[in-house]
Nanobody, 122 residues
Framework: QVQLVESGGGLVQPGGSLRLSCAAS????????MGWYRQAPGKQRELVAT???????DYADSVKGRFTISRDKAENTMYLQMNSLKPEDTAVYYC????????????????WGQGTQVTVSS
């Protein structure tokens, strides 16, 4: 079974930092674009950051300069370092694996983690 498991969420004060982790089973980084998404109650899930198998990076404008996506290929773990956190960063953060644009067919085509809650508040 292929799984993505997030960890590292919690309560932090504005201006603080958190590091989220996403542990993936198997060598999933080879053919999948990995990403972090977030969803606040009543709002649409939105892209936070992605890193492709070729190490191309993409960030939402709202987090540029504050968040950094990275991965450890040897450990099959992806990270999201979040600095200078703001109340509007409060959301459930999800790890995502996207194989829909892979050069080879993969199964599953995409996979979501269970999510980890990040709350930025005084």
């Amino acid at each position: 079974q292929v799984q993505l498991v997030e960890s590292g969420g919690g309560l932090v004060q504005p201006g603080g930092s958190l590091r989220l982790s996403c542990a993936a089973s198997g060598s999933i980084f080879t053919h999948y674009t990995m990403g972090w998404y977030r969803q606040a109650p009543g709002k649409q899930r939105e892209l936070v950051a992605t890193i492709s198998s070729g190490d191309n990076l993409d960030y939402a404008d709202s987090v540029k300069g504050r968040f950094t996506i990275s991965r450890d290929k040897a450990e099959n773990t992806m990270y999201l370092q979040m600095n200078s956190l703001k109340p509007e960063d409060t959301a459930v953060y999800y790890c995502h694996a996207d194989g829909r644009n892979s050069l080879v067919k993969v199964r599953p085509l995409e996979l979501w983690g269970q999510g980890t809650q990040v709350t930025v508040s005084s």
